[in-house]
């Protein structure tokens, strides 16, 4: 349990002298939130919890912080290294014999290794296990938006893609991670669930005739708004002004909450999202009118060929 290295935490804010401790938790953490504060309290600290939703450590609670001396930010590694922030990963086991699923699927002996960072914990183990069965394991090193070995985001694949493999083997739950790395990389991509011990191999081919269609849809747009960011993780006000020189139909909006909402009151015939990259992929059924990535937006524009389609990511 996280809860058991809060004597650590209590030791490094006492470092720095910390009185005030702001509390961030992801949406699968909130729960525990409670509890940490109530042990930070009795510690001698004043604790406030961020309450507001967080998809990230590219989206930090700077306005809670402003009522505090640090933010503890909970579940993730850090995307950038301000000093008034500290974060503390949340770690989840798992049996690595369940690696055992994957194997019969592998074709090949050299094979890339990536998670996420609840799990980056175990690459070692993951290693030694897989070379145990005779496989070249590739694992690249942590840097930028994904300081830990083996990590990546859902805007960030880049340890996948260095690790020059053919194959990728991604360790995690959910889908939208291996797709992300499909078509970042052009590798064959296995995922294993560790959780429930289904492995399977997945491909971004279904997702990109999906998004043909949108883009379909906004071809012909006359009006196409611009989304940037105001997350301190997601502000890409460099992007928003190259791709709105590209049409004059296009104006940049910011906005801190992307939601069906707020892109029906705007009223664009359609949108372009410099925001959370999922933005675009998860919630397109959810938003009342196309929701375009950048490289989307660059191919109805003509500056980018369908046959050079990418994923959008944050490097």
């Known amino acids: 349990m996280w809860l058991n290295g809060t004597s650590d935490l209590i030791a490094v804010l006492r470092k720095r002298g910390a009185r005030k401790v702001a509390l961030q938790f992801p949406e699968g953490l909130k729960r525990r939130a409670f509890e940490v504060a109530t042990t930070l309290r009795d510690a001698g600290f004043d604790v406030i919890?961020?309450?507001?939703p967080c998809y990230g450590a590219c989206d930090l609670a700077l306005e809670t912080l402003a009522y505090a001396d640090v933010l503890v930010h909970i579940?993730?590694?850090?995307?950038?290294?301000?000093?008034?922030?500290?974060f503390e990963p949340y770690p989840i086991d798992f049996d690595i014999a369940v690696l055992k699923n994957a194997i019969p699927l592998l074709k090949v002996k050299m094979v890339g290794l990536v998670t996420t960072v609840q799990h980056t914990?175990?690459?070692?183990?993951?290693?030694?296990?897989?070379?145990?069965?005779g496989i070249d394991v590739r694992v690249a090193d942590g840097g930028g938006r994904t300081p830990q070995r083996?990590?990546?985001?859902?805007?960030?694949?880049?340890a996948a893609r260095k690790t020059g493999a053919d194959e990728i083997l991604f360790v995690g739950t959910g889908?939208?991670?291996?797709?992300?790395?499909?078509?970042?990389?052009n590798a064959r991509v296995i995922a294993l669930d560790p959780l429930t011990g289904i492995a399977q191999e997945v491909s971004g081919d279904s997702l990109k005739r999906r998004r043909f269609a949108v883009m379909e849809r906004a071809r012909g747009a006359k009006s196409v708004g611009i989304i940037v960011s105001t997350k301190s993780g997601q502000h890409r006000l460099a992007l928003a002004q190259k791709l709105a020189m590209l049409s004059p139909d296009a104006?940049?909006?910011?906005?801190r909450e992307v939601n069906p909402d707020e892109l029906l009151n705007l009223g664009f015939a359609c949108y372009v999202n410099t925001a959370c990259p999922r933005l675009a992929y998860d919630d397109q059924v959810r938003f009342p009118v196309?929701?375009?990535s950048p490289p989307e937006f660059e191919i109805l524009c003509?500056?980018?060929?369908w046959d050079n389609y990418s994923i959008d990511e944050i490097l």
């Open 75 to 86: 579940g993730h590694a850090p995307v950038d290294d301000r000093h008034n922030v500290i």
């Open 175 to 185: 889908h939208f991670h291996p797709i992300g790395i499909s078509l970042a990389t």
């Open 290 to 292: 196309p929701v375009l």
């Open 251 to 255: 104006v940049i909006v910011t906005m």
């Open 121 to 133: 914990h175990l690459i070692p183990a993951m290693e030694r296990y897989l070379q145990e069965t």
């Open 150 to 158: 083996g990590q990546v985001l859902g805007c960030s694949f880049a």
């Open 49 to 52: 919890v961020s309450g507001d």
């Open 302 to 305: 003509g500056v980018r060929s």
